[in-house]
C-alpha cells in the first residue's frame, strides 16, 4: 500500500496519464505482445524492485498497430518488442521472462527454440531447456566461426578455441556447434536497452583509442560510429542492428523493407527510459531536485559529453539532495562514491593497457564516464574480468551447477596476447574477440547504459548478478575497494535511482 | 692539431659524460603510492629511478604496467630525487608484452613521498592536457609527421593518434600529390650491454597500418616503405628510431 501511494505521488510530477497508469497498473497486463494492436502514451511509469520506472516517448503517443517495432517480421512470432518491453526499461527482466512463461506455458515467442532456449535440440516445452533465459535473462548468440568481414571472407584469426565445458550442448552439438558443418559458437546475453539510443550513438571518433584501428563506418554515409551499440560492437548502426535482429532474432526469410526498418529505427529513437521513484524517496525527478534524473532529462540533455569530477559530473549534480533526508542523502553520497570514491583499477584490458597504467588510481567514473548513461564515451569494450578465470562471476571451483559455457583460447605466438591473462584464457564469453579475431580482446564486452537498473535485472552482460548489490559487491572484490556496508546501500541508492 | 685534439677529447668526454647518463634497463616496475596520484619508478642495479606520475591519456608519459616488466630508456636528470628515485628526463618506457606475475610491487603511501603536482585528479574530465598546449604554427609545403612507437609494439598512443589525425588533415588540406609513410624498427642497447632488437615484421606492420589509417581517413596517393632491418641502437636515442614517418608532400 506504501508502496502503491509513493508512486502515485511520483506520477503527479510526471503528467496526468501516468496517474492513470498508475492507479490502473495492478489490473492491465504489462507485457506487450506482438501485434496486439494497442497505443502506447507519450508517458508512462511502470512498477519495479525499487519504485517505478519512466518511459517517455518524445514523439508523442505509439499507434502499435501495424508497427514494425511491434509486428512480427519474421517466421517465429517475435517483434522488436518481445525483447523491448517498455515495463522492463526496453529490455526484459528475468522475473518478467519467468512470469511470461508460466502465462503462456512457454508459448510466448520469446522462447523461441532458436534462441530462447539453450539450445534449440533440447525438448522446447521443459523450462529446464529455458534455463538461462528464464534464471539470467540470456539469449543464445550464436555467432559464426572464424568472424567474417563485410564482403563474406574469413578474418584473420589470432588464437585458437576449445570447449571445456557446454552445459547447454550446444557448443559441442554436431548440428549447432563449434565442430558442425558450418561452425558456430554459442555466447549467451541479456538484450540491451533499445532506449535513450543518442547517447550510446554518441562519441564517435575515425581512430578507435583504444586499439589504434579504424573505426567501423556507417555503411550509408561512410562515417566512423561509436562502436558502443551490442555487446560486442559487432553491428555498425540502428539499421543493420536491426536488420541482423529481425533476420536472426525473429528468424526471418527476407530482409525487412527500408520503410520497415526507418520506422523500427524512428521509433527506438525516441524512446527515454529512467528510474522515476523510489519507494521510500518518492518522486526523484521534481523540480530543484538533481538535473540528471527521469527520462526527460534523458530526453532534454546533449549527447556525447564527456562528465567532468568537479564542474559536470556524469548524471549531474546531486548537491541539492546532500544532507536532505536519509535516502536523497544516500543517493548523494553515492553519486560521491562513484565519481570520487579512488580505488585500485587493475588489470582490466582496454583500460590500464592504453597507456594510463596498471594499476590506476581511479573511481567508477574513469570508465563509466559519459554524461547521463555512464558508458564509456570512446568505443567501450573493456575486460573488467566477468568473463574470464580466474575474476569471472561464475563459481571459482568446479560446480556442477555452472550455467554457462567455458572456452579455452590459446593465442598464438606472433600475437599480443591478452594483457593481463596472458596466452591461455579460460572464458565464458570471448566478448568482442568473436568479433576481431584479436587476442588482446578476449574477454571484453561493451559497457551498458547505468540507467533504469531497477526494472531490468539481472545484471552485467551474462545476467550473474540477481540485485545491484551483487554487482558492487563484484566490483568491490574485484578491485579489493573495501567498500564499507554504508558505502555499498549509498552506492546501490544511487545507481538504483538512475 | 691542439685544436683538432681538443675538440675530440671534448667530444669523447661528451659523449662519455651522455653515456654516464642514460639509462637503458629492463626489470619490473614499482608503482608507489602517494597522498595524491601514484608515482611509477624501477630498480636498476641496486638504484631507484623515477619514471612519472599517473596522468591522463593525453600525456607524453604513459606509465608502465604491473604484471609486466618495462624497457626504460631516459636520461638522468639534475635535481633531487622524486618519489624516492633518482629522475629520468626524458624517459621512455615501453611495456614488455608478455605477462610477468612476479611484477607485482605497490608500495603504500609514506610520510615525505610526495609526487609533484598532478595535472588532474580522478575521474573523468573534459580538460585533456592537450588543451593547454601552445598552438602549433600552421603547416606549409612538404612536412613530415613522426609517430613514435614503444618497443615491439604497433599501437598507437594518444599523442601518435594525434599526429595521424593532423597528417590526415593537412594532406586533405593541400591536395597532397604524395604521401610516402615509411616504417622502421630499432635496436635498444642497454646500459649492460646487451642489445633487444624489435621483432621482424615490424617495420611493415607498423607502416600498412598508418597508410591503412590515412586512407581511412581519406587520404588518397599514399605510397608505403619499409626498412626491413632493425635500426641500429647507440644506447643514447634509441626510443626515437622506433617510428613511422609520414612526409606530406603539396
Not at chain 1, 564527456?306 to 543517493?331: K, Q
Not at chain 1, 540477481?466 to 578491485?479: I, N, S, W
Amino acid at each position: 500500500m506504501r508502496k502503491k501511494l509513493l508512486i502515485a505521488a511520483a506520477f503527479t510530477i510526471f503528467g496526468i496519464t501516468l496517474t492513470v497508469s498508475a492507479q490502473y497498473q495492478g489490473a492491465r497486463s504489462l507485457w506487450v505482445e506482438p501485434a496486439s494492436n494497442q497505443v502506447l502514451p507519450d508517458r508512462d511509469a511502470f512498477d519495479d524492485v525499487d519504485g517505478s520506472i519512466g518511459v517517455v516517448n518524445a514523439s508523442g503517443n505509439i499507434d502499435t498497430e501495424g508497427h514494425p517495432f511491434f509486428t512480427p517480421l519474421g517466421t517465429n512470432g517475435r517483434a522488436c518488442i518481445s525483447c523491448h518491453q517498455p515495463a522492463w526499461g526496453m529490455s526484459v527482466s528475468s522475473t518478467g521472462l519467468l512470469e511470461r512463461w508460466r502465462a503462456t506455458s512457454g508459448k510466448d515467442p520469446v522462447f523461441a527454440a532458436f534462441d530462447g532456449s539453450n539450445c534449440p535440440n533440447l525438448p522446447q516445452d521443459q523450462e529446464s531447456s529455458h534455463s538461462l533465459l528464464l534464471k539470467r535473462g540470456l539469449f543464445r548468440i550464436p555467432l559464426q566461426w572464424p568472424p567474417r568481414n563485410a564482403d563474406g571472407s574469413k578474418k584473420p584469426v589470432e588464437f585458437s578455441i576449445e570447449v571445456v565445458r557446454d552445459p547447454t550442448g550446444c557448443n559441442t552439438s554436431s548440428e549447432y556447434g563449434l565442430k558442425s558443418a558450418d561452425p558456430v559458437i554459442s555466447v549467451y546475453r541479456r538484450p540491451r536497452m533499445a532506449a535513450n539510443l543518442k547517447y550510446v550513438l554518441s562519441g564517435a571518433q575515425p581512430i578507435i583509442l583504444k586499439t589504434g584501428t579504424l573505426a567501423d563506418l556507417d555503411p550509408d554515409t561512410g562515417k566512423p560510429v561509436s562502436m558502443n551499440l551490442m555487446t560486442d560492437a559487432r553491428e555498425p548502426t540502428l539499421k543493420t542492428q536491426a536488420i541482423d535482429a529481425i533476420m536472426g532474432h525473429e528468424q526471418a526469410k527476407a530482409a525487412p523493407s527500408r520503410e520497415k526498418i526507418e520506422r523500427i529505427i524512428e521509433f527506438e529513437s525516441q524512446v527515454y527510459v529512467a528510474q522515476v521513484a523510489h519507494v521510500f524517496g518518492g518522486a526523484l525527478a521534481v523540480p530543484g531536485g538533481p538535473p540528471g534524473l527521469g527520462p526527460l532529462a534523458m530526453q532534454d540533455h546533449k549527447a556525447g559529453v564527456l562528465g567532468d569530477n568537479d564542474r559536470d559530473p556524469v548524471f549531474g549534480t546531486f548537491a541539492a539532495w546532500r544532507g536532505n533526508d536519509y535516502y536523497r542523502s544516500s543517493v548523494a553520497r553515492g553519486e560521491d562514491i562513484f565519481m570520487h570514491r579512488q580505488f585500485w583499477l587493475r588489470d582490466a584490458a582496454h583500460i590500464n593497457s592504453i597507456g594510463l597504467g596498471n594499476p590506476l588510481k581511479r573511481t567508477c567514473s574513469t570508465c563509466h564516464n559519459a554524461q547521463m548513461t555512464g558508458q564509456d564515451l570512446s568505443a567501450g569494450w573493456v575486460d573488467v574480468g566477468t568473463t574470464t578465470f580466474p575474476t569471472w562471476t561464475e563459481p571459482a571451483t568446479w560446480a556442477d551447477s555452472s550455467e554457462l559455457p567455458v572456452f579455452k583460447i590459446t593465442c598464438s605466438r606472433d600475437a599480443d596476447p591478452h594483457p593481463y591473462l596472458g596466452r591461455v584464457v579460460y572464458t565464458t564469453d570471448p566478448g568482442r574477440a568473436l568479433i576481431s579475431g584479436r587476442c588482446v580482446d578476449v574477454g571484453s564486452i561493451v559497457m551498458q547504459q547505468l540507467r533504469g537498473l531497477s526494472a531490468r535485472a539481472p545484471y552485467f552482460a551474462n545476467g550473474s548478478a540477481t540485485t545491484l548489490r551483487e554487482v558492487v559487491d563484484y566490483y568491490d572484490r574485484r578491485f579489493d575497494i573495501k567498500f564499507t556496508d554504508q558505502e555499498k546501500e549509498d552506492l546501490i541508492n544511487f545507481l538504483a535511482a538512475l | 692539431m691542439r685544436i683538432a685534439l681538443a675538440f675530440s677529447l671534448g667530444l669523447l668526454l661528451t659523449t662519455a659524460l651522455a653515456t654516464a647518463q642514460q639509462r637503458s634497463f629492463v626489470s619490473c616496475p614499482i608503482v608507489r603510492d602517494t597522498k595524491t596520484v601514484p608515482c611509477f619508478l624501477a630498480e636498476y642495479e641496486g638504484e631507484l629511478y623515477y619514471l612519472g606520475i599517473q596522468q591522463d591519456i593525453t600525456s607524453d608519459f604513459h606509465p608502465p604496467q604491473l604484471k609486466h616488466e618495462v624497457l626504460v630508456e631516459g636520461r638522468v636528470a639534475p635535481g633531487p630525487r622524486i618519489c624516492g628515485g633518482i629522475p629520468l628526463q626524458p624517459v621512455s618506457v615501453s611495456v614488455i608484452k608478455e605477462v610477468n606475475l612476479a611484477c607485482d610491487t605497490l608500495l603504500p603511501p609514506e610520510p615525505g613521498i610526495d609526487a609533484p603536482a598532478a595535472p588532474r585528479g580522478a575521474g573523468p574530465s573534459s580538460r585533456p592536457l592537450d588543451i593547454e598546449r601552445a598552438p602549433s604554427a600552421p603547416l606549409t609545403g612538404a612536412h613530415e609527421f613522426t609517430l613514435l612507437y614503444s618497443f615491439n609494439d604497433d599501437y598507437l598512443q594518444y599523442a601518435a593518434n594525434s599526429a595521424v589525425n593532423q597528417a590526415a588533415a593537412y594532406a586533405r588540406k593541400i591536395g597532397a600529390s604524395k604521401v610516402k609513410v615509411s616504417g622502421y624498427r630499432a635496436t635498444s642497447v642497454l646500459s649492460n650491454g646487451n642489445r633487444l632488437v624489435e621483432k621482424t615484421g615490424l617495420a611493415e606492420k607498423r607502416a600498412q597500418n598508418i597508410a591503412t589509417l590515412l586512407r581511412g581517413l581519406g587520404v588518397s596517393n599514399v605510397a608505403v616503405d619499409w626498412k626491413q632491418d632493425a635500426e641500429p641502437g647507440d644506447g643514447q636515442a634509441d626510443a626515437s628510431h622506433r617510428r613511422v614517418t609520414i612526409l606530406v608532400t603539396p
